[in-house]
């Protein structure tokens, strides 16, 4: 019975154990960034740690491993299951410290881990267990551990408890474990009665965090984004989090601003009319992204759009323009429009397995500052949507800051061009974003080359003929930069945009 308990108990401490470590990881790319390079970095940096802690486990005494096994159980539970809280209120309300506290937590957490498993092998060939047999149950139960936890921890536990909360549940399994621990072994452990009010406080200070954490989270996001939050809520791809300051609603996703409702009219109106304006004929528009429906309300105004599809992968985020009533009232009821068809789907997965034509394009995509967005800016992701674009059709594609980040900005046109577009890049100020830019493609094999309109059908709050004619000028501090097209290989593509947007934030 004993030795089961031990098997056991492997099992759950190696889900805990990648639990924090893909907490970690998961949590650094919300608020950092480049996915990539925060994952590799954290699992280097944990697995080395393991090792240190695997090398240091041999100072235990033999007759201490139970004792020791059960320490480490309460020091994981309790740093493991702050972390997250630890991280994002550390990042919320002083941000530089930021990664040191990331990587000592990342660090301690797995010279703890690396511990557990030596101890628990060393308690099981005390008990007289054949070498081959304790070898092969200790790895098999570790491995099914790690197995169960990453299957559970994107498709649950994120989306639905969220981070924190999730880090603080496996805190308490720790706990738990080394409960179970003095309840079996109670005759050889030493200190039972010190060990279990300790376990008693973690387990309280952990249960505590369980139920205020959504508390933590949004005195969190206070911090981060100054104003009122009115809505805020996490999803399996992504969190978002809606503010208020006085008529000011802004919209942030994983801590990026996408729009504010005292310019947003300036983007929206800029991505879709130079293009629409030209299309008098169009009957179909397809809008990648943009699932607030603000680029959809401007494509709805002109009368020749008799449908439009809204391809965006997140659910939540249609839901929530579509059914909450201040959002709805941004975008015009545009997601309730009869003419309009809401996908929730993956876009380059739904363009293979969609062969309609559309006559316009809109791409809203985010900027792309992960490797998982920056697909959607790649040859054959454009050579992909050139399928489904009339000969005479138009795309436009916003394509970030030509000024804060114009080998970023470049690298899409250069993209666009090399998937077999003729382009047209143009620019709009917003005054929460700055300058910021676009680009309309035409397919080479269709129409004449694009001119911009001289003036509008429908009455502009932003867009005239003046302020048309200086968008499709660059001045000569956002001149054209000759630059490589971004292939999926290699992602050109987000190594450019952080290197440029980390020359204005430094």
Not at 72 to 78: F, P, Q, R, V
Not at 476 to 484: A, H, T
């Amino acid at each position: 019975m004993a030795r089961h308990i031990l098997i056991f108990s492997v099992f759950v401490v190696a889900s805990c154990g990648l639990a924090y470590e893909l907490i970690a990881g998961a949590l650094s790319s919300y608020l950092l960034g480049d996915s990539i390079f925060q994952f590799s970095t954290i699992i280097g940096c944990y697995l080395f740690a393991m090792g240190m802690g695997a090398h240091f486990s041999r100072h235990v005494r033999d007759q201490d491993v139970l004792s020791r096994f059960v320490d480490l159980e309460l020091a994981i539970g309790l740093i493991g299951g702050l972390s997250a809280a630890l991280l994002f209120l550390t990042f919320a309300w002083n941000g530089a410290p930021f990664r040191i506290m990331l990587y000592l937590l990342v660090f301690s957490i797995g010279a703890l881990v690396g511990m557990e498993v030596p101890l628990v092998m060393r308690a099981l060939n005390a008990r007289q267990t054949a070498f081959s047999e304790l070898v092969s149950r200790v790895l098999t139960f570790d491995y099914l551990g790690a197995l169960a936890v990453s299957l559970l921890f994107p498709l649950v536990l994120a989306p639905r408890l969220g981070l924190v909360r999730t880090a603080f549940l496996f805190g308490m399994l720790n706990v738990g474990v080394a409960l179970w621990t003095m309840r079996v072994f109670r005759a050889e452990l030493s200190g039972v009665v010190g060990r279990m009010l300790r376990a008693g406080a973690t387990g309280f200070v952990l249960l505590l965090g369980f139920v205020l954490s959504d508390r933590m989270v949004h005195w969190g996001e206070r911090g981060m984004f100054g104003d009122e939050i009115v809505y805020a809520t996490s999803t399996p791809y992504q969190r978002l989090v809606l503010t208020r300051w006085k008529d000011d609603l802004r919209l942030y996703i994983n801590g990026n601003l996408q729009f504010s409702s005292r310019d947003e009219y300036r983007y929206h109106e800029a991505l879709v009319h130079p293009a629409l304006e030209r299309l008098p004929w169009a009957r179909s528009a397809l809008i990648l992204g943009g699932g607030d429906g603000l680029a959809l309300r401007e494509a709805l105004k002109y009368p020749n759009i008799k449908s439009a599809t809204l391809v965006d992968l997140d659910p939540a985020m249609t839901d929530a323009f579509r059914n909450r009533e201040e959002l709805a009232a941004l975008n015009q009821g545009s997601l309730r429009d009869p003419r309009v068809t809401v996908v929730n789907a993956d876009a380059a997965q739904w363009l293979q397995q969609n062969d309609t034509v559309f006559d316009a394009v809109i791409v809203d995509f985010p900027d792309p500052s992960s490797f998982a967005l920056g697909k959607l800016y790649s040859v054959p992701f454009y050579r992909l949507l050139l399928r489904h674009v009339a000969a005479n059709g138009l795309v436009v594609v916003q394509s970030t800051s030509p000024f804060f980040a114009p080998h970023a900005y470049w690298t899409v046109d250069a993209t666009l061009r090399e998937a077999g577009l003729r382009t047209t890049p143009y620019h709009a100020y917003v005054p929460s974003f700055g300058e910021w830019g676009f680009i309309i493609g035409a397919p080479e094999t269709g129409r004449d080359a694009y001119t911009p309109p001289s003036g509008y059908r429908l009455p502009l709050r932003f867009l005239n003929a003046d302020t048309t004619r200086e968008m499709f000028t660059f001045p000569p501090d956002m001149k054209r930069i000759e630059m490589p097209p971004n292939r999926l290989n290699t992602q050109s593509l987000v190594h450019e945009f952080e290197q440029d947007w980390r020359r204005f934030i430094r």
